[in-house]
């Protein structure tokens, strides 16, 4: 914010540009969160296939927790489809390299002032285009990401009964 940086009040413009640059970041920023996420949700998932498949090649477990498998696997791999879905890769936009205002600029008639303002219009223009296209992308995010959190959470209780199954139903003979 110029105004404020130089000790004067901030002009509802100089606010509202300040507040769109934050948005953009910030859309930006909350993808790359959404893929850490996802990346960990598969991390787990990696744990229950594991899991599932020592009970299921354990040859002295009863047939309970191998039975037990079956919705574990089956919420693993839906879990697995909604993260591969999350972290699939998005067109996100950037802002433009600077040579593209410097271009533009000389192309531009008016005075320093006026061209200045053009380039500001323009890049809160494409800054707001962005915000809308990032959103967007992000709702899907993080409806892929919903998905695969809750699919994992039923594996991974059903999983814990299940070795909590075994923990309690083995008795020294």
């Known amino acids: ?8 009040r901030v002009t509802t413009n100089e606010f509202i540009a300040d507040k769109t640059r934050e948005r953009d970041r910030f859309e930006l ?4 969160a959404f893929d850490v996420k996802a990346s960990i949700v ?10 599932a498949a020592t009970i299921l090649t354990a040859d002295k477990l009863s047939e309970v927790p191998k039975l037990a498998q079956i919705p574990v696997i089956a919420f693993t791999v839906i879990s697995g489809i ?7 890769p998005k067109n996100y936009l950037l802002d433009d390299l600077p040579g593209t205002y410097v271009n533009w600029l000389a192309e531009l008639e008016g005075s320093e ?12 223009e494409l800054a707001n285009a962005r915000i809308i296209h990032h959103h967007e992308l992000n709702k899907t995010k993080a409806w892929a990401l ?7 959470s039923v594996s991974l209780f059903v999983e814990l009964g299940a070795v909590a199954y075994v923990a309690f139903a083995i008795r020294p003979s």
């Open 1 to 8: 914010m110029r105004s404020h940086l130089l000790g004067g």
């Open 113 to 124: 002032a006026e061209q200045l303002e053009g380039v500001e219009n323009l890049s809160f």
């Open 146 to 152: 919903n998905g695969a959190f809750w699919s994992m």
């Open 42 to 51: 598969l991390l787990i998932l990696t744990f229950l296939g594991t899991t």
């Open 29 to 32: 920023d909350l993808g790359d």
């Open 82 to 88: 909604f993260c591969v879905a999350c972290l699939w």
